[in-house]
């Protein structure tokens, strides 16, 4: 992982309702766990009216970005400069890449940036699996591991504390579990997972793993595996894979990232 290069990206957008348009986008060029060289950060201005509820999120609205956003084809151009080509990471892959920028460079007549790469809230919740704070959204995992304040709901903001957690909390968690290439990274993130926490039914909130010396647990595992429902099936059948072969779901918890201060009582 230490020698691969790779962009963490963020945007702040016009909102959920289609066509998205990006207002502010920023990245960071990584080497490895590391932060390589000056972020990338631009305003855009595409002319549009930006959504009440959304410049009530990020505070931008049409006047700041006529006055201090530039053309998007202009950004892109600059952006394609600084991506060189290289995979494209954000912690909500999904949205920023394939609802927002591939839509918007397919508007604009631009080619692809860069490469689709892996989500960091997916390979968030998989190395933190149980969550200790609950869920896995940036600002909660921020406050829960005491990073630092970046400017939550700016592009930039976000991407810094990104970096943050991934250097901080999440580094420490994958070097442990000998996830040490990229590919090794990329697949942990991407590879099909369902949470070792039960999230629904009679037993929501077990262990998964507690199925292994409860009957009644690992019956409702197999009822789950023969469900009508396909991913209910699907969940029930990687469970049952990975109690039947020991491999449980998660990592003790000594291998999940302690907050400073306990650490501190811990000491």
Same mark, same amino acid.
């Given at each position: 992982m230490q020698d691969a290069n790779w962009i963490l990206i963020d945007t702040e957008t016009t909102g959920f309702k289609r066509p998205i348009y990006t207002v502010e986008l920023a990245a960071q060029r990584m080497r490895g766990w590391e932060p390589e060289g000056k972020p990338f950060r =631009?305003? &855009? !201005?595409?002319?549009?009216?930006i959504p009440a509820e959304a410049s009530r999120v990020h505070g931008y609205t049409l006047e700041i970005l006529e006055r201090d956003g530039d053309p998007p084809e202009e950004v892109y151009e600059d952006? %394609? !400069?600084?991506v060189e080509g290289l995979p494209v990471v954000a912690y909500n892959l999904s949205y #920023?890449?394939? #609802?927002? &920028?591939?839509? %918007?460079?397919?508007r604009l007549g631009i080619d692809a940036i860069g490469e689709r790469g892996?989500?960091?809230?997916? &390979?968030?919740? =998989?190395?933190l699996d149980p969550v200790p704070a609950g869920n896995c959204k940036l600002q909660t995992l921020r406050q829960y591991y005491r990073l630092p304040e970046r400017g939550a709901h700016t592009a930039l903001g976000?991407? %810094?504390t990104v970096v943050d957690l991934m250097q901080r909390v999440l580094r420490p968690i994958a070097e442990n579990r000998e996830l040490d290439s990229w590919e090794k990274i990329r697949s942990c993130a991407e590879d099909e997972w369902f949470p070792s926490r039960i999230p629904f039914g009679?037993?929501?909130?077990r262990l998964i793993q507690e199925a292994a010396d409860d009957p009644e647990l690992m019956g409702w595992v197999e009822w789950l595996a023969a469900s009508s429902n396909e991913k209910s099936a699907r969940m029930g059948q990687w469970y049952l894979e990975r109690l039947r072969s020991g491999d449980q779901a998660v &990592?003790? *918890? *000594? /291998?999940?990232? /302690?907050p400073p201060w306990q650490a501190t009582i811990a000491g």
């Open positions: =631009r305003l &855009l !201005n595409h002319g549009v009216a952006f %394609e !400069n600084y #920023d890449w394939d #609802d927002v &920028l591939v839509p %918007e460079w397919g892996f989500c960091a809230f997916k &390979l968030a919740q =998989r190395l976000d991407v %810094e009679k037993f929501k909130g &990592l003790p *918890s *000594s /291998t999940v990232a /302690t």
